[in-house]
């Protein structure tokens, strides 16, 4: 066997996980959310993101973030119902708040059409973007249920991919609009 | 008559697997991994400067912070890490090794001074502030030209100048060559600095066992067992204690096939500290410190004949190399592809380039879509038009002049690379006809204005390079690139196949694409075929996943490997039907006797003779198991090609351009999936339009960004491609 670990001089490491949470600051409050129809009650720093709370708290780890300046569009959720940025986002401030992530779309279930759709029309690649696109196309839909593809475009402004350049993306979506609507509007 | 059925899969659009956990966000990339307990979030304290000497780094603040476990100087690292540097054989190039981390001179904005320790990401945000560097500010360079001057600063002082590589090349008697032309046009053609965006930023972790022998490194990279290889080289350590993993990876367009300082600092540190170590890039770094791409200058000059046709062309080649040498290509990768590849379908014969890559203080440059291709198109395309206009010829018939023709084929080109086929006119002609170029032609007013706005069509035909095996790597002095890729294709004991290929994907569908592949060459169902990559400790050696490489070596590996594990299957069923191994079909995941349709064993029988889970033992000289390992160089390179043509409309008011119909015809050879392969013509030529029009990196006097790149293309943006 190789024992790689080598005893040599180096700085030594503070032993910082010693004592009571030295980590975190003492003012932590006290977060209750809705998140995917089950209730979480949590501890946070006043300054921790959404999208870090839903991923490092929560282990929702589907919210993706990409720029964390809220350009990307990778972290959107659903927040009471519309869609929020979850990198630009205070855990805190939404005490109370209904939140779906992309875990919350279909669950484990069959697929939800908009998922489908994407699905059948190659509308995602790497999938890094995709969560934030299901979502804006979920919101999207609902206020119109029979978009035109500039409608459409203009729907996924705020939203970026890489890999696809968009055009399976608008496919899907107009596809899904038509899922939906057969099966009456149901989002 | 062959002994699978041809091609039941290929070339039918299959739907991804992977979507299914994509899809759900269930997918797990760098940052969705289960974190190990104990476990040390590093930051890094970036310099601010372009070039500076650094003075001092007081640190006292940053470990007083609750949280912060450590910080380290380069110093530090020293005798962990050695300098870091790519291998490079190739006449005209000149080493520059760089520590990981700066020592005692920064040369670019970006590149780290320090390493924060700290228990959680937020408290080694919060420490990074709290590092006091004292900088002394030194004069700085970023453009090519002003970097080659001899009163600009020299980055590193052991070459003399900002000189990294200098190479040149000439046919016989190419001066009287020259000569012969009618006509000669010249002109310089600039790219804009532009770097891959990936929508995942980059990170890594490495989790060492619990006595720190073996480590795992989680990063999304494209070429992972290149990366292990450079983290065993540098660090000095087994290569077999290594494991490096990728995750789901989030793109990487090139930008994630290269090997960075931080993969080597989180390997040293978690076997230093004997506990797992983690960094997450946030975008800001990506734009500072990821490989950055282009920034070429390209001067090409043209003797042409009267009737449009090239005589010779003399091509001089400046890349931007940034700071230091990408690892593992070093700058020669973008110079040599522009040099090696501006012929590209047209006849030239006569050929002189010279090239040259230049150090300044900027992030280093590297690989990205297409490498030195897009540059050495845009020249040559610019030049075909140039020409046009020059002798009233239609630039689509210049063209078609200078083509290498159906007939010409195999052809080998200028610099020896053989085309053994392709469809440069019959694509160019596809793409003319589809955006109906003549009657545009025909209605086109001279002054180009119509309905108060500039019309015109542009044409950009294109060879690509695609699957270099080692010799396509050799001649351009890539000294450890391995070329080939492999695989390892499994019938376990229960009949169902199992894939392990040296690649790891960054969103193509390989994991549908090789299954595709494997099911088709195994005559199996593709649902028995599970295909795992991107993990050195379960796949074998090869090069990775970049470079257009994934299909053609990847690809055939998995084709090739395949049909070895196929013939043993008919070899142990004809031992055990007692017939000749030649009259067996595989179809459905059995092996059909063609002959007696009543006949049939089913893979998992097969399996189980041969993993000795009956009594019926194994035909004579046949070893146990079920498998076979193959190894895939591919003869130089392949070469796709094809035409994109474009119709643009100018405000002549504002400058802006709106693409109005967009043509491509892109030959990529034999489809596997035809959705897939769509996908990707899509997504490339999104990238090429924000690369042509929106993106640029700009380098201000000081060598700090001034902008940021404009990856912020979006579906409701001006450009928007119709592919047809």
């Given at each position: ?187 | ?217 989680w990063t999304p990279t494209q070429i992972p067992h290149i990366v292990r290889t450079a983290i065993a080289d540098h660090l000095d350590i087994p290569e077999s204690v290594l494991r490096v993993v990728t995750p789901a990876v989030g793109g990487g367009f090139g930008t994630k096939a290269h090997v960075y300082p931080d993969e080597l600092i989180v390997v040293a540190l978690a076997r230093r500290y004997g506990r797992a170590v983690k960094w997450v890039q946030d975008r800001r770094e990506d734009l500072l410190t990821n490989a950055h791409a282009r920034d070429h200058i390209l001067k090409l000059k043209v003797a042409v004949k009267n009737d449009g046709t090239i005589c010779a062309a003399y091509l001089d080649v400046k890349t931007n190399c940034g700071a230091y040498p990408n690892h593992p290509y070093s700058p020669t990768l973008e110079a040599t592809a522009a040099v090696r590849m501006m012929p590209g379908p047209y006849k030239i014969r006569n050929y002189k380039y010279d090239v040259c890559s230049v150090t300044t203080n900027t992030a280093p440059t590297g690989a990205y879509r297409g490498t030195g291709q897009p540059s050495a198109f845009l020249a040559i395309e610019g030049m075909m038009d140039r020409i046009g206009r020059r002798l009233g010829i239609d630039p689509a018939e ?327």
């Open positions: 066997m190789t024992l790689i670990l080598r005893a040599r001089f180096f700085p030594p490491l503070r032993c910082g996980t010693d004592g009571e949470d030295p980590v975190m600051s003492p003012e932590k409050i006290t977060v209750r959310m809705t998140v995917n129809g089950k209730a979480y009650v949590r501890d946070v720093e006043p300054r921790y993101l959404l999208a870090d709370f839903l991923r490092h708290e929560l282990y929702l780890t589907g919210t993706h973030i990409g720029c964390e300046h809220g350009v990307c569009g990778a972290c959107t959720v659903l927040i009471n119902g519309k869609t929020g940025r979850s990198c630009l986002q205070f855990a805190v401030a939404l005490d109370g708040a209904e939140i779906t992530t992309v875990e919350g779309i279909a669950g484990d279930g069959p697929l939800h059409p908009v998922q489908e759709a994407f699905h059948q029309a190659h509308a995602l690649q790497c999938g890094y973007c995709t969560p934030g696109f299901l979502l804006t196309t979920i919101e999207f839909l609902g206020q119109n249920p029979d978009p035109d593809r500039d409608e459409i475009r203009q729907a996924l402004t705020n939203n970026m991919c890489r890999c696809t350049g968009y055009l399976n993306i608008i496919d899907a979506v107009e596809d899904a609009a038509g899922r939906l609507r057969a099966k009456g509007g149901e989002a | 008559m062959r002994e699978i059925e041809d091609f039941t899969l290929i070339g039918k659009t299959v739907l991804r697997r992977e979507d299914s956990y994509l899809l759900r966000g269930k997918a797990q990339f760098l940052d969705d991994l289960p974190e190990p307990k104990n476990l040390i979030h590093i930051a890094f304290v970036t310099s601010p400067y372009a070039r500076a000497d650094i003075l001092s780094i007081d640190a006292a603040a940053a470990l007083a912070l609750p949280g912060v476990i450590g910080v380290l100087t380069g110093k530090d690292l020293v005798d962990d890490i050695k300098t870091f540097a790519p291998v490079i054989e190739l006449d005209g190039y000149r080493e520059v090794r760089r520590p990981v981390v700066a020592v005692d001179r920064v040369n670019f904005v970006g590149e780290t001074v320090a390493i924060i320790l700290a228990e959680t990401p937020y408290v080694a945000q919060d420490a990074l502030d709290l590092v006091e560097v004292d900088y002394d500010p030194l004069p700085s360079v970023a453009e090519i030209n002003e970097a080659l001057k001899p009163e600009a600063p020299v980055l590193h002082q052991h070459l003399g100048d900002n000189l990294i590589f200098k190479s040149g090349f000439e046919t016989d008697a190419f001066d009287a060559r020259f000569a012969e032309g009618d006509v000669v046009l010249e002109e310089e053609f600039r790219t804009g600095r532009v770097t891959g965006a990936m929508i995942e930023p980059r990170g890594c972790m490495a989790w060492p066992d619990p006595i720190a022998t073996n480590i795992t490194l210049v063209r078609r002049r200078n083509t290498v023709r159906p007939e010409d084929f195999p052809y080998v080109n200028v610099i020896g690379v053989r085309y053994d086929t392709g469809s440069y006119l019959p694509s160019l002609e596809r793409g003319l006809e589809i955006i109906g170029y003549d009657a545009f032609r025909k209605a086109q007013p001279a002054d180009r204005m119509v309905d108060g706005k500039y019309r015109g069509i542009g044409i950009c035909n294109y060879t690509e390079v695609s699957g270099t095996g080692a010799p396509g790597w050799r001649v351009r002095g890539f000294a450890k690139m391995p070329g080939f890729d492999s695989s390892r294709v499994v019938v376990e004991p229960d009949g169902k196949i199992t894939v392990y290929v040296s690649q790891a994907d960054a969103g193509q569908g390989h994991y549908t694409t090789f299954a595709q592949l494997a099911a088709d060459r195994l005559g199996a169902r593709w649902e028995d075929v599970t295909v795992i990559e991107g993990d050195t400790s379960k796949t074998p050696y090869g090069t990775g996943t970049f470079a257009s490489r994934g299909s053609v070596v990847g690809g055939g590996t998995v084709i090739r490997c395949s049909e070895k594990v196929g013939a043993k299957v008919r070899h142990i069923a004809g031992y055990m039907l007692n017939r000749d191994p030649d009259r067996f079909i595989l179809r459905d995941s059995r092996v059909h006797d063609r002959d007696d349709p009543d006949t049939s064993l089913s893979l998992r029988e097969i399996a189980e003779t041969a993993y000795s889970m009956n009594n019926l033992g194994m035909p004579q000289g046949e070893e146990h198991g079920l498998e076979a390992t193959d190894y895939y160089d591919p003869p130089m390179v392949t070469m796709a090609n094809g035409t994109h043509v474009v119709q643009v409309a100018i405000d002549p008011e504002d400058g802006r351009v709106q693409i109005e119909r967009y043509a491509v015809v892109h030959d990529c050879g034999r489809v596997i999936n035809p959705k897939i392969v769509e996908g990707q013509v899509h997504g490339a030529t999104a990238q090429g339009i924000g690369e042509a029009l929106m993106e640029e990196i700009v380098y201000d006097t000081r060598c700090r960004i001034s902008k940021r790149p404009a990856s912020t293309q979006s579906a409701a943006s001006r450009a928007r491609p119709r592919v047809g």
